[in-house]
């Protein structure tokens, strides 16, 4: 400044470069003096220092300079605005430094009114140091009011309300109001100025005002305008490049054409510059607004970071805030990727425009506006000098152009050859200087602004002329050095630091829920908005720039150290909540695709099980995402974590069955198939495990000799404590259900777990639990079909044998009981006589069961009896299901086997010898293959048929599968044989034996009888807790021990029902009430009856299934011989093909 205040100063100035230097060393005395201000730590930490001084330097000697200088050091750290005072003082040492500082501010106030600063760094610093320009002039010992007559005063005014907050620091913000305000105090001449200081702070601005500030500042009122702005220069952008890339790939093309695709080009990268600047500006900007207007509803335990952070932004604001972030990344990435495809354009471009203005605009200025001003003529001849590339140019050198300037002749523009040289720095500078020196004349005291045409002989179209071609000039230093201005402007660092508020609150660090970065990540998790999910990365390129500051320009390791360990679990909970988001949307697709469109039709609101599309292609894709220098392959992250997940699901699945009965596997089987559709829909984005292979992992059924998986072993832990003593079989349903009076079973909580380990959605699990419930209440066909399908031909087996083996216990358990019982019994029992009428029948029947004192006997023999039945029972259940199953397979298989079925249900093949189709299908294929000389493998066609080979062997195998209803009853009467002299003793004579009383058909007919007796009772509920398999059970041992004719002809109710109708027959002949014999007996005939119903049903189904061809008393002669029945030679008896235990 005391350099271009001297009168006899042998340049002119100062310069452009000048006035920026001088802004930006003043910009930085503001900055410290507001830290200054602000920290508190400084003053106290040298208070600390200056204490221990003291208590250590009173052996030294000669301190007393020491101490003057800590004094003095006191005084500056604790007076405010130290720094700008000591400036002001020294400043106005030199004479004549108030016209410095009104063309300083004269060029601020023109520079922010015009966007002269194509950066956004730029123009905060001018609207930083402004107010303490105006201070320093206003305070003026000479004319302050002189600032007046070149910028009116109500151009600051509004530019002081328009930008009512400045970002300082990251995390500290400036208030020029509050700046002019707080500085009356320390410049009383400025105190005059009203109308400045009645300005008010942000906090004292009046709620109406404030709110018109929070639209002004707050992204999410511009995210439209943004938005669209975004989507028309990435359109224009991409149109520029691809003409670009047209033209480069042209050999010969147009000049003219050329010209106009990099001019294009051109204006294209300076559109992405502006806007780019203006996006980063209005975050930092609102920044700055929200420290400045904390969250005044938080509560007064929070810090106050989170008062001005976390608590400080709504959620509209923090996805409008992810929004810009991610537009001006993938703006500045998609600018910074053509750097070198664009350089040529730009300065070949720039070139142009140099020359155009130096060889033929000041070549036209010379000739007219400046041809009689030598003074003038020869600066416009130095730029011309300097600047002009006449190695290009095709038409007239200097001296002929010099010459022709005094010929006064009309010239031709000059025509020049297109290159790509960019003039340099200095060039660019000089240019500047000598257009302002030209404009100026180097009269600092010039009224009006830089280019202001009051007392200026410069006509006002040349000198439109040179104010356009001054700001191109200021815009072509931050083209040429591209990557520097796009890194400038994209980086977004600022938003992590705060260490102002670190030291404020007195802490090492903020939890990762304050940190700002990661609050938009986690906006972006939580929002609805699926199509905001692409911009999930954007945020982290937030800590990139952070520790790119803190490592280069901050030169702090412990702050990169900080911002390394945030994002190290930043990352980590990322992806594992970013799997469960992917996870919970696949599960939701699959759900809802695999809800019943019955279910749907007959829904009222059937859109909320729609599930919207998530863009989760990209994201699935991502195989290198630059994290602090490393690069991470996202999608191996997301296989991993989708992995453990879909175990962790299994997991739960089958720990969720295992707490529940039997009829929940219709539920399991459900929750697996929505978990398997899902895997399938995952599949096609993302390599994951093999879903068969994580479920036999999670059954432990891996081992190729393993065969009870777990979920074999819990259905039959499941059937052993549950199933079989506390359910009850309703014969006409065909359904097991829960039985009232039940032993109590203890099993673990139902386990919880998120949506997404169900169907993903609360309504989908509603949807899908409403159809769980249909199948809660029983056990039944649905059920039987889940097992076969979940437990499959591996497990199913050994469930198989381990039903049949608890047949043969239960039948070794009740040897002893039964023994027990036939030892109360009478050693003959006769028919019940006719003429004892029914009441005296059932009063005999008493008398011979003399089982009073076996009450708990018998019950454990009908319990015993009732498990049979229901294994049985689940047997036959089984059987239906495999039947079924086997003839959907054989429908599937049969054409390519070859085979059709038979008239008596055997399996025919369809042609005579030779191969099947599928066999002969690959043999034709490898021998032409073979003969063909282009095939490159052969081999592999062989292996092939020879592989289409072993699988036809392998189902042809497979197709003739037995019965397992025929096969249980075999083992059932297998282990009956060794005690079939206990319980069916053969008649001595040879004839039946109508007296016998130890064979089991009346031990059960015994049983049978009490607890029908009992049923008629009302109060008693023996028959429903017993159900239908008490018959399954008994009749069959009777069947199986060949005493079905002994039972159906000396079973007590069958007697007793036969005593019944002739009587009530004779009481109908002798016209008497036909109620009468009968009359207090109708509850209980009814319920024989409905006995010999169901028994007359049982024996035919075993007639059916397992005819006795080997077993005595089959038939009965009428003279009452037993009657071996024939056994034929063409039927297999399951008799020789049974395995035996322990054979």
């Given at each position: 400044m005391q350099r271009f205040s001297r009168p006899e100063r042998r340049i002119n100035g100062p310069t452009i470069s000048h006035l920026w230097s001088m802004l930006r060393l003043l910009d930085v005395l503001v900055q410290l003096d507001h830290l200054k201000n602000a920290k508190a730590s400084i003053p106290n930490d040298f208070s600390w220092y200056k204490r221990t001084f003291t208590q250590v330097s009173g052996q030294w000697q000669d301190t007393d300079s020491m101490r003057e200088e800590l004094d003095d050091l006191q005084i500056f750290l604790s007076t405010r605005w130290a720094i700008l005072l000591n400036l002001h003082v020294e400043m106005f040492r030199v004479n004549n430094v108030e016209d410095i500082l009104q063309v300083l501010i004269v060029f601020?106030?023109?520079?922010?009114?015009?966007?002269?600063?194509?950066?956004?760094?730029?123009?905060?610093?001018?609207?930083?140091?402004?107010?303490?320009?105006?201070?320093?002039?206003?305070?003026?010992e000479k004319d302050s009011e002189s600032l007046y007559k070149r910028v009116k005063i109500n151009r600051l005014i509004n530019i002081f309300k328009n930008e009512a907050v400045i970002p300082a620091f990251p995390d500290l913000h400036l208030s020029p109001a509050a700046i002019l305000k707080e500085l009356t105090t320390y410049f009383p001449k400025f105190s005059s100025q009203t109308r400045l200081l009645t300005l008010p702070a942000p906090h004292e601005l009046p709620p109406r005002e404030a709110q018109e500030y929070q639209r002004h500042y707050l992204i999410v009122s511009h995210i439209g305008a943004i938005r669209a702005e975004h989507d028309d220069f990435t359109i224009r952008f991409a149109s520029a490049m691809n003409q670009l890339l047209l033209l480069k790939s042209t050999d010969g093309s147009d000049v003219d054409w050329s010209k106009e695709v990099k001019g294009n080009m051109y204006d294209m990268i300076v559109e992405g510059f502006q806007l780019l600047s203006r996006w980063s500006a209005r975050i930092w900007e609102q920044c700055a607004w929200k420290f400045s207007r904390p969250c005044k509803d938080a509560s007064p335990s929070f810090s106050d970071y989170e008062k001005v952070v976390r608590y400080n932004y709504s959620a509209e604001e923090r996805k409008a805030l992810v929004e810009l972030v991610s537009y001006i990344k993938s703006v500045g990435s998609m600018m910074q990727r053509c750097d070198t495809l664009v350089a040529d354009a730009l300065w070949e471009t720039i070139h142009a425009e140099v020359q155009d203005f130096v060889q033929n605009t000041l070549a036209s200025m010379l000739r007219t506006t400046f041809r009689k001003k030598k003074d003038l003529s020869r600066i416009l001849s130095d730029m011309r000098t300097l600047s002009a590339d006449w190695m290009a140019n095709t038409n007239k050198s200097e001296s002929e152009l010099q010459s022709s300037q005094h010929g006064g002749e009309e010239s031709k523009a000059n025509i020049f050859?297109?290159?790509?040289?960019?003039?340099?720095?200095?060039?660019?500078?000089?240019?500047?200087?000598?257009?302002?020196?030209?404009?100026?004349?180097?009269?600092l005291r010039r009224p009006g602004g830089l280019f202001g045409n009051s007392g200026s002989e410069i006509p006002v179209n040349d000198l439109k002329q040179l104010e356009t071609f001054f700001y191109k000039l200021g815009f072509f230093l931050h083209i040429l050095d591209y990557s520097v201005t796009v890194a400038t402007l994209t980086d977004l660092g600022f938003l992590w630091f705060r260490e102002f508020y670190l030291e404020s609150s007195r802490v090492i660090q903020f939890p990762i829920e304050c940190s700002l970065p990661w609050m938009l990540v986690d906006c972006v998790l939580e929002s609805p908005n699926s199509g905001l999910l692409?911009?999930?990365?954007?945020?982290?390129?937030?800590?990139?720039?952070?520790?790119?500051?803190?490592?280069?320009?901050?030169?702090?390791r412990f702050l990169y150290d900080e911002i390394e360990a945030e994002v190290d679990h930043c990352f980590d909970i990322f992806v594992s909540r970013l799997c469960e988001t992917i996870f919970t949307y696949y599960k939701s697709?699959?759900?809802?695709?695999?809800?019943d469109p019955t279910f749907l039709f007959a829904s009222d609101n059937a859109e909320k099980y729609a599930v919207q599309p998530m863009r989760l292609n990209m994201l699935l894709k991502m195989t290198r995402v630059k994290l602090l220098g490393r690069m991470i392959n996202l999608r191996s992250l997301i296989t991993e974590r989708i992995n453990k997940v879909f175990r962790e699901n299994i997991e739960f699945l089958f720990d969720r069955f295992e707490c529940q009965d039997l009829c929940a596997i219709v539920e399991l089987e459900k929750l697996l198939d929505v978990l398997k559709h899902s895997h399938e829909l995952l599949s096609r984005d993302l390599s994951v495990d093999s879903f068969s292979l994580m479920l036999n992992e999670m059954q432990e059924n891996i081992s190729l000799v393993s065969f009870s998986s777990r979920l074999a072993s819990q259905i039959w832990s499941e059937m052993q404590s549950d199933f079989l003593p506390n359910f009850i079989l309703c014969n006409t349903t065909q359904r097991f259900i829960r039985s009232s009076k039940t032993v109590p079973v203890q099993k673990p909580s139902i386990p919880s777990a998120k949506p997404s380990f169900y169907c993903g959605t609360q309504d989908l699990n509603s949807a899908h639990q409403s159809f769980a419930r249909l199948h809660s209440g029983f056990f039944g066909i649905p059920h039987m079909f889940s097992i076969v399908r979940l437990l499959g031909s591996r497990s199913l087996p050994w469930l198989i044998r381990a039903l049949l083996d608890h047949i043969s216990n239960k039948i070794t358990l009740l040897e002893p009981m039964i023994t027990g019982l036939q030892e109360s019994m009478p050693k003959s029992i006769g028919l019940l006589p006719f003429d004892g009428g029914m009441t005296g029948c059932v009063r005999l029947v008493k008398e011979h069961l003399n089982w009073e004192t076996k009450s708990e006997l018998k019950a454990e023999v009908?319990?015993?009896?009732?498990?049979?039945?229901?294994?049985?029972?689940?047997?036959?259940?089984?059987?239906?299901?495999?039947?079924?199953?086997?003839?959907?397979?054989?429908?599937?298989?049969?054409?390519?086997?070859g085979l059709l079925p038979g008239a008596d249900g055997q399996i025919l093949p369809s042609q005579d010898g030779g191969d099947s189709p599928v066999v002969s299908l690959f043999k034709s294929t490898a021998a032409a293959m073979v003969s063909y000389?282009?095939?490159?493998?052969?081999?592999?066609?062989?292996?092939?048929?020879?592989?289409?080979?072993?699988?036809?062997?392998?189902?042809?195998a497979n197709l003739n599968t037995g019965s397992v209803l025929e096969y249980a009853l075999a083992f059932t009467s297998a282990a009956l044989d060794k005690y079939c002299s206990k319980w069916s003793a053969a008649p001595k004579?040879?004839?039946?034996?109508?007296?016998?009383?130890?064979?089991?058909?009346?031990?059960?007919?015994?049983?049978?009888?009490?607890?029908?007796?009992?049923?008629?009772?009302?109060?008693?509920?023996?028959?429903?807790?017993?159900?239908?398999?008490?018959?399954?059970?008994?009749?069959?041992?009777?069947?199986?021990?060949?005493?079905?004719?002994?039972?159906?002809?000396?079973?007590?109710?069958?007697?007793?029902?036969?005593?019944?109708?002739?009587?009530?027959?004779?009481?109908?002949?002798?016209?008497?009430?036909?109620?009468?014999?009968?009359?207090?007996?109708?509850?209980?005939?009814?319920?024989?009856?409905?006995?010999?119903?169901?028994?007359?049903?049982?024996?035919?189904?075993?007639?059916?299934?397992?005819p006795l061809e080997e077993k005595t008393a089959c038939a009965i002669k009428q003279s009452g011989a037993p009657l071996h029945r024939i056994r034929f030679e063409n039927t297999v008896s399951a008799f020789e093909t049974l395995p035996q235990k322990g054979a």
């Open positions: 601020v106030v023109e520079s922010l009114e015009l966007d002269f600063a194509l950066l956004f760094p730029e123009r905060h610093i001018l609207l930083r140091v402004l107010p303490v320009l105006v201070v320093l002039v206003t305070s003026s050859y297109p290159r790509a040289v960019a003039p340099t720095a200095a060039q660019v500078h000089c240019l500047q200087f000598l257009i302002y020196e030209v404009v100026s004349g180097g009269n692409e911009s999930v990365l954007m945020p982290f390129d937030i800590y990139n720039d952070s520790a790119e500051q803190a490592l280069v320009l901050l030169k702090q697709w699959a759900a809802s695709e695999l809800l009908l319990h015993g009896i009732k498990e049979i039945g229901s294994v049985l029972y689940w047997m036959g259940l089984l059987d239906i299901v495999l039947r079924e199953t086997d003839t959907m397979n054989f429908m599937q298989t049969a054409p390519w086997l000389p282009g095939c490159p493998s052969p081999t592999s066609f062989h292996i092939m048929s020879k592989q289409a080979e072993a699988a036809d062997l392998l189902y042809k004579t040879g004839f039946i034996d109508i007296t016998i009383s130890k064979d089991f058909y009346r031990i059960y007919s015994g049983l049978q009888i009490g607890y029908l007796e009992e049923s008629a009772q009302v109060t008693s509920n023996s028959p429903e807790r017993l159900g239908d398999s008490v018959a399954w059970g008994g009749c069959t041992i009777i069947y199986l021990l060949g005493q079905q004719l002994h039972f159906e002809l000396f079973d007590f109710s069958y007697q007793i029902l036969n005593i019944a109708e002739v009587e009530a027959a004779s009481v109908v002949q002798t016209h008497k009430n036909s109620h009468f014999g009968v009359q207090g007996w109708e509850a209980l005939l009814e319920a024989m009856k409905k006995a010999r119903r169901l028994n007359n049903h049982v024996f035919s189904m075993l007639k059916a299934r397992c």
